[in-house]
């Protein structure tokens, strides 16, 4: 089984599960934060990854939330340093 995999490509974040790619333009991302609930506290976002993990990370854009379902506990401080070296 594939996990959750986030990376940088020039100006997009690139989101890998499984055989999903997903790529989010870094100027269109307005908030990273860890969210605290079970399944997700946005009902609309696309959620990525197993269920039955200890790690969802809500990524807020201008037009879709994403959450990620994820063992890594850096992936969120790396999502994080991405945006903080995009706006340098």
Known sequence: MFGVSAKQ????LVICY???????????????????TYGGSE???IRIGPARTTERILIRTTHQSYIL?????NMFS???AMLSDSAS
């Not at 490509?9 to 997009?12: F, G, I, L, N």
């Not at 499984?18 to 605290?36: A, C, G, M, R």
């Not at 379902?69 to 506990?73: A, E, K, P, R, Y």
């Open 78 to 80: 790396v999502i994080r």
């Open 9 to 12: 490509v020039e100006d997009q």
């Open 43 to 45: 009902p609309s976002a």
């Open 18 to 36: 499984q055989f999903t790619k997903i790529e989010i333009p870094l100027n269109q991302i307005t908030s990273v934060t860890l969210d605290d």
């Open 69 to 73: 379902f994820t063992n890594s506990v």
